[in-house]
């Protein structure tokens, strides 16, 4: 099935994925998506959720989005639909009991059957404003586009990504908000040599790092307020700017104070920690859901 298209321009398709722990979270950061707009254009969001939750268990998110014009939500569990044991250790960044559904993302070329390109989000993102200029972008042919992860920060790192994996300097992205090129991602065969890596291999940072070996050299970079992550610092984007000066416009100054998308990366979740560093942009979008919960109790 073709992207279809809304007054001449195609659905957006957005992607989550989500366990029993993240449901009310994600939900949180689908509404933030919803409200921020969407030009003239729909919605399609897929949600992968693990084997955990039932669709009676998904009904507010769903009512939730049927709330917005032109907007539309399909749920898939991969796990009983590819089933796949995915391999971690104690290096791995999540718990163990997450780590399958940390590795869905690999399963959405075949989710999107036929679909060209997804927008695939972390559930525990903010999102402030539209994003189809992050979803139009061009690709001319890669197959992945991000923004530059913290990890491009530590020369270490930058030297062993050269090294072990043959990933250039500043090109290892953060898969929270990745765009993914569907079509290509087939057509090169990388979808399905990154779940058979998945399953023979651990990694620390799960379907990122694997994400970054398949994909390297066809990785797009896109600008940082795509992807600000709460401790961002001025600094780092003058460090950015020096790394990879060819795209020295995608670190503006200006990043860090009007982000796109806000991830709240790390341990110091905003709804554990309500001080948490960007906390407050979490607070008000939880408090936006609430409305519209509200108002959907009413009718």
């Known amino acids: 099935m073709r992207e279809k298209t809304v007054n001449g321009r195609t659905t957006m398709n957005i992607a989550y994925s989500v366990n029993r722990y993240y449901l ?7 509404h933030s998506l919803l409200a921020a707009g969407r030009g003239k254009r729909g919605l399609r969001i897929l949600l992968a959720a693990d084997q955990d939750l039932t669709m009676e268990d998904l009904q507010p998110m769903a009512r939730m989005v049927s709330a917005f014009p032109g907007c539309s939500l399909e749920v898939r569990w991969p796990l009983t639909m590819t089933p796949r044991r995915f391999v971690s250790d104690e290096s791995c960044v999540v718990s163990r009991d997450a780590v399958q559904v940390a590795y869905f993302r690999l399963f959405l070329p075949e989710l999107f059957e036929g679909e060209e390109r997804c927008l695939y989000l972390d559930g525990d993102m903010v999102i402030t404003r539209s994003l189809e200029d992050l979803y139009d972008t061009e690709m001319n042919g ?3 586009a991000g923004v530059t992860d913290r990890l491009c920060l530590e020369e270490p790192q930058i030297r062993r990504m050269k090294e072990d994996w043959g990933i250039e300097p500043g090109y290892y992205v953060n898969a929270g908000a990745l765009l993914m090129n569907l079509k ?5 065969g990388g ?3 990154a779940l058979e890596m998945a399953c023979t291999k651990a990694f620390r940072y799960l379907d990122q790092d694997v994400l970054n070996q398949v994909y390297r050299g066809k990785v797009r970079l896109v600008p940082k307020a795509y ?6 610092r001025g600094e780092d984007l003058t460090f950015l700017r020096g790394l990879l000066p060819e795209h020295r416009e995608l670190f503006p100054d200006t990043a860090l ?3 796109a998308i806000i991830h709240y990366i790390g341990p110091r979740k905003p709804w554990i920690f309500p001080d948490a560093p960007l906390g407050q942009a979490w607070q008000e979008a939880e408090e936006a859901y609430k409305k519209t919960l509200g108002a959907l109790r009413e009718k």
């Open 24 to 30: 009310p979270y994600t939900t949180v950061s689908m």
């Open 191 to 193: 979808d399905r040599e």
């Open 142 to 144: 890669a197959c992945l």
């Open 227 to 232: 992807n600000v992550f709460p401790d961002d």
């Open 184 to 188: 290509e991602m087939r057509a090169s």
């Open 257 to 259: 104070a009007d982000p």
